[in-house]
């Protein structure tokens, strides 16, 4: 056991700067909640109001899930003098994205009968639900416990989905990597049984009042868990498409020439999440601090972990992820502190190589002869329209399919593992439901990604997922006058600065401040290598377009052979490079 153990069922953080009697709300409901139970019993039980009564709003998002209203209903609700229109968004746990065909049809009934209908494939390669009523929360909850999956730590202060790269031609490398990214998941699991009892009808285990001694123990977590999300990502090179330096810790796989997995580079300390007007807050991409042999891994999240347990802000929840941890340290006293707690030194970073955060469309091949199909899935909703019935087409896929299934960090689909005698046969139900028309689509267009925003999220202040599409047309359109055609720039949306769909490091981010009013950011690296700088702010339609024409057109003139556009926009001065996450607001 590494000391990351040792000061363990802490209640506080560690760290003297912070007052205790200046802690977070957030830190007593924890606390007060009998490892994670609260009053969620009563709450569920209750058929007066369809949300959970107070503190409960916090706790359910460790099981995976938040209250959402419909925010379309919200004003025509009120005037009606009814309550808003709650439904419970859930969110899955899928370490590394892959599931199995019959996980599928199991995850896309319950779409159908307990939610919206559709399934979102979110930007940390995993499936939401939106729109499930309280009633049908515990069956649903049930539902996909069924499929050997769950929603465990899907939200909350606590280790989120695990990411990997999915990429099935890496198969070597990969089959390396994916039990480590589940071994990492299991490991920081909360050992709370309060889902199992909420939920899954387990006998209690622990009955204790807030006082009372307790007869569970969160080993890693203690009483108050993390003083925020926290959240885990390994690449493996070229491909950066889990946006590695978003991560809290992110893992670049050093693989050996015939793809064996030699260890890992360990880089800490990203996040996207900001707040306008708040220049205390930014988004910042992790550090390299070395090289750790693959069995290692585990351990190294952990200890990570416990740091910021111990030292992470409890007092201000938007200072409160890990890079601000560090930034307030230091990243020398956070190695220090890592090696103490590890009892070894990590080794010097390794030689590593990205060259896009992109998805590679259509067939491919595995080593071994079986094939992928990754297709393009716009912003990640699943669903049937009249011309591209995609849910249906993949339940048809999901009842033949031999291999699996792998959500990507870009909220796309691979089938993956085809056997070379049923490709004929996928493919014709790719074509016969409008999949294949729906992936060729502009370079462009198949780079972006938006988050969910409108109407579902509490957070939105401007539309994302139901806008960028025909934001995207405008840009479209733009990119054939200026001569650039199917030139393939990042740009992603989200309707709020929580930046949920990383726009922070792509070469061309918005973030929504108001009904049609977005700021933006520009001159992220292409492959996630680099934070874009705030250009705009509180920016219509109309004058973002006319800000970009000038840029696009440049570039179309002057680029040189194989410049990324980000690249271009800080080589011609349009916006300064941002070096560091300290950088971004200066
Ligand atoms: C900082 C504060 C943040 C808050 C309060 C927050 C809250 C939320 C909420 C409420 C949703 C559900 C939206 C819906 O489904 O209707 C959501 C979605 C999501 N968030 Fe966040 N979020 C934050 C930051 C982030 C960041 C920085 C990331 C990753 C870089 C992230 C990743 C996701 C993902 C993957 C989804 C699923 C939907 C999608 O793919 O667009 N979140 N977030
Ligand atoms: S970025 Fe904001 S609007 Fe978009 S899903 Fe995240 S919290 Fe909601």
Redesign the pocket.
């Given at each position: 056991m590494t000391r990351a153990n040792e000061r363990h069922n802490v209640d506080r953080s560690q760290d003297i700067t912070q007052p205790l009697d200046k802690l977070h709300d957030n830190e007593r409901i924890k606390a007060e909640s009998n490892y994670l139970r609260g009053r969620l019993h009563e709450s569920l039980a209750e058929r007066i109001t369809g949300t959970v009564l107070g503190d409960d709003h916090q706790l359910t998002k460790f099981f995976g899930t938040y209250v959402q209203d419909d925010r379309d209903l919200r004003d025509e609700r009120r005037r009606k003098m009814l309550e808003p229109a709650y439904e419970f968004m859930i969110r899955v746990r899928m370490p590394a994205g892959v599931c199995r065909p019959e996980q599928w049809r199991a995850l896309d009934e319950l779409a159908c009968t307990r939610a919206n209908g559709t399934l979102r494939l979110t930007t940390r390669q995993t499936f939401q639900f939106h729109g499930v009523l309280k009633r049908d929360l515990v069956a649903t909850m049930q539902g996909i416990h069924d499929t050997l999956l769950d929603t465990l730590a899907a939200c909350g202060d606590d280790n989120r989905g695990v990411m990997a790269t999915p990429v099935p031609e890496f198969s070597a490398t990969h089959a390396a990597v994916y039990p480590i990214a589940k071994q990492v998941s299991d490991r920081l699991l909360p050992r709370t049984r309060a889902f199992h009892e909420i939920f899954l009808n387990e006998q209690p285990v622990y009955e204790g009042h807030k006082e009372g001694p307790a007869v569970e123990e969160e080993p890693l977590y203690g009483r108050t868990y993390l003083p925020r999300k926290f959240k885990i990502g390994f690449a493996i090179p070229p491909v950066n498409d889990v946006d590695v330096f978003t991560q809290d810790i992110g893992f670049i796989a050093i693989a050996g020439a015939d793809g064996t997995l030699q260890g890992f580079n360990v880089a800490v300390g990203g996040g996207m999440g900001r707040t306008d007007n708040d220049t205390r807050t930014y988004p910042r991409l992790g550090d390299v601090l070395g090289f750790i042999e693959p069995e290692t891994a585990a351990d190294v999240a952990e200890a990570i972990v416990a740091i910021q347990r111990d030292f992470g802000n409890r007092v201000d929840r938007k200072l409160a992820r890990m890079k601000y941890t560090i930034d307030r340290h230091g990243l020398a006293w956070f190695v220090d502190e890592l090696q103490e707690r590890l009892g070894w030194d990590l080794a010097p970073a390794r030689h590593y190589a990205f060259e896009t955060s992109q998805d590679r469309y259509g067939w491919t091949q595995n080593a071994d002869g079986t094939w992928n199909y990754t297709l393009f899935v716009e912003n990640g909703r699943v669903k049937d329209t009249d011309d591209r019935p995609m849910m249906t087409g993949l339940r048809e896929i999901a009842k033949v399919h031999q291999g699996d299934l792998r959500v990507t960090p870009n909220q796309n689909l691979i089938v993956a593992r085809i056997p070379e005698d049923r490709v004929g046969e996928i493919q014709a139900l790719l074509e016969s439901h409008g999949i294949v028309a729906a992936t060729e689509q502009s370079t462009v267009r198949r780079h972006a990604m938006a988050?969910?925003?409108?109407p579902t999220?509490?957070?939105?202040?401007?539309e994302?997922e139901r806008y960028f599409p025909a934001f995207m047309t405008r840009i479209e359109a733009m990119l054939e006058e200026v001569g650039l055609g199917d030139a393939p720039i990042v740009m992603r949306m989200?309707?709020?600065?929580?930046?949920?769909?990383r726009p922070y490091v792509a070469e061309v981010g918005f973030?929504?401040r108001a009904p049609g009013h977005y700021n933006l950011y520009l001159g992220g690296g292409y492959f996630g290598e680099r934070l874009a700088k705030p250009y705009l702010d509180n920016a219509d339609e109309a004058t973002i377009l006319a800000h970009l024409r000038p840029m696009l057109a440049a570039y179309a003139e002057e680029r040189e052979h194989g410049e990324p556009f980000g690249d271009f926009l800080i080589r011609k001065g349009y916006v300064a490079k941002v070096a560091h996450g300290l950088d971004f607001n200066a």
């Amino acid at each position: 056991m590494t000391r990351a153990n040792e000061r363990h069922n802490v209640d506080r953080s560690q760290d003297i700067t912070q007052p205790l009697d200046k802690l977070h709300d957030n830190e007593r409901i924890k606390a007060e909640s009998n490892y994670l139970r609260g009053r969620l019993h009563e709450s569920l039980a209750e058929r007066i109001t369809g949300t959970v009564l107070g503190d409960d709003h916090q706790l359910t998002k460790f099981f995976g899930t938040y209250v959402q209203d419909d925010r379309d209903l919200r004003d025509e609700r009120r005037r009606k003098m009814l309550e808003p229109a709650y439904e419970f968004m859930i969110r899955v746990r899928m370490p590394a994205g892959v599931c199995r065909p019959e996980q599928w049809r199991a995850l896309d009934e319950l779409a159908c009968t307990r939610a919206n209908g559709t399934l979102r494939l979110t930007t940390r390669q995993t499936f939401q639900f939106h729109g499930v009523l309280k009633r049908d929360l515990v069956a649903t909850m049930q539902g996909i416990h069924d499929t050997l999956l769950d929603t465990l730590a899907a939200c909350g202060d606590d280790n989120r989905g695990v990411m990997a790269t999915p990429v099935p031609e890496f198969s070597a490398t990969h089959a390396a990597v994916y039990p480590i990214a589940k071994q990492v998941s299991d490991r920081l699991l909360p050992r709370t049984r309060a889902f199992h009892e909420i939920f899954l009808n387990e006998q209690p285990v622990y009955e204790g009042h807030k006082e009372g001694p307790a007869v569970e123990e969160e080993p890693l977590y203690g009483r108050t868990y993390l003083p925020r999300k926290f959240k885990i990502g390994f690449a493996i090179p070229p491909v950066n498409d889990v946006d590695v330096f978003t991560q809290d810790i992110g893992f670049i796989a050093i693989a050996g020439a015939d793809g064996t997995l030699q260890g890992f580079n360990v880089a800490v300390g990203g996040g996207m999440g900001r707040t306008d007007n708040d220049t205390r807050t930014y988004p910042r991409l992790g550090d390299v601090l070395g090289f750790i042999e693959p069995e290692t891994a585990a351990d190294v999240a952990e200890a990570i972990v416990a740091i910021q347990r111990d030292f992470g802000n409890r007092v201000d929840r938007k200072l409160a992820r890990m890079k601000y941890t560090i930034d307030r340290h230091g990243l020398a006293w956070f190695v220090d502190e890592l090696q103490e707690r590890l009892g070894w030194d990590l080794a010097p970073a390794r030689h590593y190589a990205f060259e896009t955060s992109q998805d590679r469309y259509g067939w491919t091949q595995n080593a071994d002869g079986t094939w992928n199909y990754t297709l393009f899935v716009e912003n990640g909703r699943v669903k049937d329209t009249d011309d591209r019935p995609m849910m249906t087409g993949l339940r048809e896929i999901a009842k033949v399919h031999q291999g699996d299934l792998r959500v990507t960090p870009n909220q796309n689909l691979i089938v993956a593992r085809i056997p070379e005698d049923r490709v004929g046969e996928i493919q014709a139900l790719l074509e016969s439901h409008g999949i294949v028309a729906a992936t060729e689509q502009s370079t462009v267009r198949r780079h972006a990604m938006a988050c969910v925003a409108f109407p579902t999220c509490g957070m939105a202040m401007a539309e994302s997922e139901r806008y960028f599409p025909a934001f995207m047309t405008r840009i479209e359109a733009m990119l054939e006058e200026v001569g650039l055609g199917d030139a393939p720039i990042v740009m992603r949306m989200t309707g709020c600065n929580n930046g949920c769909a990383r726009p922070y490091v792509a070469e061309v981010g918005f973030s929504g401040r108001a009904p049609g009013h977005y700021n933006l950011y520009l001159g992220g690296g292409y492959f996630g290598e680099r934070l874009a700088k705030p250009y705009l702010d509180n920016a219509d339609e109309a004058t973002i377009l006319a800000h970009l024409r000038p840029m696009l057109a440049a570039y179309a003139e002057e680029r040189e052979h194989g410049e990324p556009f980000g690249d271009f926009l800080i080589r011609k001065g349009y916006v300064a490079k941002v070096a560091h996450g300290l950088d971004f607001n200066a």
